[in-house]
């Protein structure tokens, strides 16, 4: 089974800041890789699939990047509305899918 | 608007059945893969199980393999999730969310989440 790592655990920004989340994958996933933001008490939200490219509705400040084992989220200009627990999520090897476990952004 | 609403979250003993109910509005629903996602309460997500568009593709994780079944009715827009021998372990928020039109595996639309809660 796939395994994907994410880091930081928490991540304590200030507000304008740029956030850099890592998520690394036990084996090769090619580009199939998404990324989601949950809030307290809401449900996830998709921000970017296929590695890099951006869900409907979701703001540029919001980038995707990277292949095969090692992916990265960035959030340029963090607002407070951005805190949030980031999740990555791997599709390489459907029909099953995999949750890393999470990185929280603090906006101080 | 997609809107994704689940129901039958209970408190059941363990060892015991429950039925959980998706409603989809908004979108053509037999157009998408469907999927259940769980998350213990300050916990991660988990992926559970997802069904194809025409309902004869599933898929489960081997957590709740064997114990319980997806199925969905294309007339009434619903999803379905039949969860058998229920253990402490199973409790957690369940989400039903509809897969990505480029991609059923990325999970573009949730619901608010039902929650389950396996206690004697």
């Known amino acids: 089974d796939i395994v994907l790592t994410q880091s930081p655990g928490t991540l304590s920004l200030s507000p304008g800041e740029r956030a850099t989340l890592s998520c690394r994958a036990s084996q090769s996933v090619a580009v199939f890789l998404a990324w989601y933001q949950q809030k307290p008490g809401q449900a996830p939200r998709l921000l970017i699939y296929s590695a890099s490219s951006r869900a409907s509705g979701i703001p540029d400040r919001f980038s995707g990047s990277g292949s095969g084992t090692d992916f990265t989220l960035t959030i340029n200009r963090l607002e407070p509305e951005d805190s949030a627990v980031y999740y990555c999520?791997?599709?390489?090897?459907?029909?099953?899918?995999?949750f890393g476990g999470g990185t929280k952004v603090e906006i101080k | 608007e997609v809107q994704l609403v689940e129901s039958g979250g209970v408190v059941v003993q363990p060892g015991g059945s429950l039925r959980l109910s998706c409603a989809a509005s908004g979108f053509t629903f037999d157009d998408y893969t469907m999927h259940w996602v769980r998350q213990v309460p300050g916990r991660g997500l988990e992926w559970v199980s997802l069904?194809?568009?025409?309902?004869?593709?599933?898929s489960y994780a081997d957590s709740v393999k064997g114990r319980f079944t997806i199925s969905r009715d294309n007339r009434d827009n619903s999803l379905y999730l039949q969860m058998n021998s229920l253990r402490h372990d199973d409790t957690a928020f369940y989400y039903c969310?509809?897969?990505?039109?480029?991609?059923?595996?990325?999970?573009?639309?949730w619901g608010q989440g039902t929650l389950v809660t396996v206690s004697s």
């Open positions: 069904i194809s568009w025409e309902g004869t593709g599933t």
């Open positions: 969310a509809k897969g990505h039109v480029d991609a059923g595996m990325v999970l573009d639309q």
């Open positions: 999520q791997e599709y390489g090897r459907a029909p099953k899918l995999t």
